[in-house]
């Protein structure tokens, strides 16, 4: 399973973006979809998560401004942020746990490729 992010980009202080990620692959469900984000010198830290059934998390630096959805027949998860700041400047990366049917089913996690969120005041 792939996952294939797009969005990104720089906006000033107040604006928007929306971030969306695609899984591909075959033979393939999908559980847990989650967008993390890493700043210059930090760690990675988890922004939102939403389960299959629509369940959704948040950091707390980012409640009330991000908004996490997803399509599961598309297999797509959309990160919608609005009432951006200097700090939500990170590289963002969308991350899935997924089930692929072989001889059994196997689980695992894949990671897209990161976009890059600026912010500027």
């Known amino acids: 399973v792939q996952l294939q992010a797009s969005g990104g980009g720089s906006v000033e202080v107040g604006g928007s973006l929306r971030l969306s990620c695609a899984a591909s692959?075959?033979?393939?469900?999908?559980?847990?979809m989650n967008w993390h984000r890493q700043a210059p010198g930090k760690q990675r830290e988890l922004v939102a998560g939403i389960t299959s059934s629509g369940s959704t998390n948040y950091a707390d630096s980012v409640k009330g401004r991000f908004t996490i959805s997803r399509d599961n027949a598309k297999n797509t998860v959309t990160l919608q942020m609005n009432s951006l700041k200097p700090e939500d400047t990170a590289v963002y990366y969308c991350e899935a746990d997924y089930g692929v049917l072989g001889d059994t089913w196997v689980q695992g996690r894949t990671w897209g490729q990161g976009t890059q969120v600026t912010v500027s005041s």
């Open positions: 692959g075959s033979r393939f469900y999908i559980n847990d």
